[in-house]
Every structure is written in C-alpha cells, then in structure tokens.
C-alpha cells in the first residue's frame, strides 16, 4: 500500500463544467503522475509533477491542468468538460529509489461526462 | 519514441492450463525498465514486477514466470496452473529515466479469462 487516495471515486457530470480530481499521498513521495485509462489504449499519460510547483505535459494533456502546492496533494482539472473526456483517471506515484521506476496506482475516479 | 504491444487481446483458459501473456517493446534506450501490471475486475492496478534493462536474468515468483528477452525485444509472462483468481487484465509497461519523468507507456492489455 503506497498510501495514495484518490478524490471522488465516482463523478458524472454535464459537458461545459469544470471538474477538479484530487491525488493524496502520505509518504513524501516527489513524482507524481495522473493517467487517463480508455479501452484499446492502456493508461496514457496527462500530466506529471516532480516537486510542489512543478509540473509537466504528458502525451494526451489538451483539456486538462495541474497544480500541485503541497507535496501530498496533486490536482487533475478538467476546466470545461466534453464528453470524450469520461474515462478512469489513476493517480500515481515514483518510488524514490534510485535505478526502479516503480509506480504505484492510486484506487482510480470513474468521470462520466454527459 | 516508446512503444508498447499487448498482441493478445483476449485469452481463454481452463483452470490449471498454462498460459503465455505476450509483450514485445520498443525503445531507443539502452536503459530502460519493463513492468507487468495487474487489474482485476476490481479495478485496482497491481504491481507484479519491474526488471531492468541489464538484467536479463528470468523470474519466477510462486506460479508466476518472466523470460525477458533483449535480442527479441521481448518481456512475456508466463501462469502456471492457472486459477480463477488469476483472471484480470495485464499491462505491460516501459519506462526510461529520461523521458517525462520516467512516465509508463503502456500496452493495451491482455484480457485473461481463467474458466472453471
């Protein structure tokens, strides 16, 4: 248990409002990494955080942001929702051992866009 | 660019047959680290193993098998004796140390179904 909590579990929502999902971690960890997961495509990268204020694009970013303020929390948000972004987002994080890259998943949030 | 391919998509088994989950990369770095991830209909993923590029050596953990093959660009996994239990969806995943914070790029996945 890599002490990650993910905030809501479940969200539906209407197209065009904003949405915000929160990642919580306990254990200090730097990275932190939040994935969209869609059939046909595995989990794909949105964003990724590697220190409080510090943040970065990954592979299918349009549409959404992060911010991260405080070392535990890292926040994914959809600024106006569309529909192609229902999908199961996971939160993760990067164990600080050196030479691993192990990635530990948060419990998931299932976002329904109607 | 990495890429990742699951060619399985579905696979069928009776329980205590053997099955085989396929996984084939592609990177252009000669360090790297390779992932099998687990997520039962539960929804949860589930860390299985990570091996790196330099260590070519096979794993075995209780009915569970890895043969990681550089030359081939292969990392399959192997169930023996498969269970109930063992039906999930597996990932295979790469990652590097250089590109976006060391982010995974996934496989599609291989639906495993374990018939009783």
């Known amino acids: 248990d890599a002490g990650i909590t993910q905030s809501p579990r479940h969200k539906v929502t209407e197209t065009g409002t904003p949405v915000t999902l929160r990642c919580h971690q306990t254990?200090?960890?730097?990275?932190m990494y939040w994935y969209r997961q869609d059939p046909g495509h595995g989990l794909r990268l949105i964003h990724y955080?590697?220190?409080?204020?510090?943040?970065d694009k990954g592979e299918v970013s349009d549409g959404y942001s992060v911010s991260r303020s405080k070392t535990e929390d890292f926040l994914l948000t959809l600024e106006s929702a569309t529909s192609s972004q229902t999908s199961v987002y996971f939160c993760?994080?990067?164990?600080?051992?050196?030479?691993?890259?192990?990635?530990?998943f948060g419990p998931g949030t299932r976002l329904t866009v109607l | 660019a990495q890429k990742v391919t699951q060619a399985q998509t579905e696979i069928s088994v009776v329980e205590k047959e053997d099955v085989t989950l396929d996984c084939v990369y592609e990177?252009?770095?000669?360090?790297?680290?390779l992932f099998w991830y687990k997520q039962p209909p539960s929804g949860e993923l589930v860390f299985l193993i990570r091996?790196?590029?330099?260590?070519?050596q096979n794993e075995i953990s209780g009915r569970y098998s890895w043969n990681f093959q550089k030359s081939t660009s292969s990392f399959n996994f192997t169930i023996t004796a498969s269970q109930v239990v063992d039906s999930a969806v597996y990932f295979c995943?790469?990652?590097?140390?250089?590109?976006?914070?060391?982010?995974?790029?996934f496989g599609e996945g291989t639906q495993l179904t374990v018939n009783p």
């Open positions: 955080s590697y220190g409080v204020k510090d943040t």
């Open positions: 254990e200090n960890h730097r990275y």
């Open positions: 091996r790196n590029s330099f260590d070519e």
């Open positions: 993760a994080i990067r164990l600080r051992l050196a030479g691993t890259n192990e990635q530990f």
């Open positions: 995943a790469l990652s590097n140390e250089e590109t976006s914070g060391s982010r995974l790029t």
């Open positions: 990177t252009r770095d000669t360090t790297y680290y």
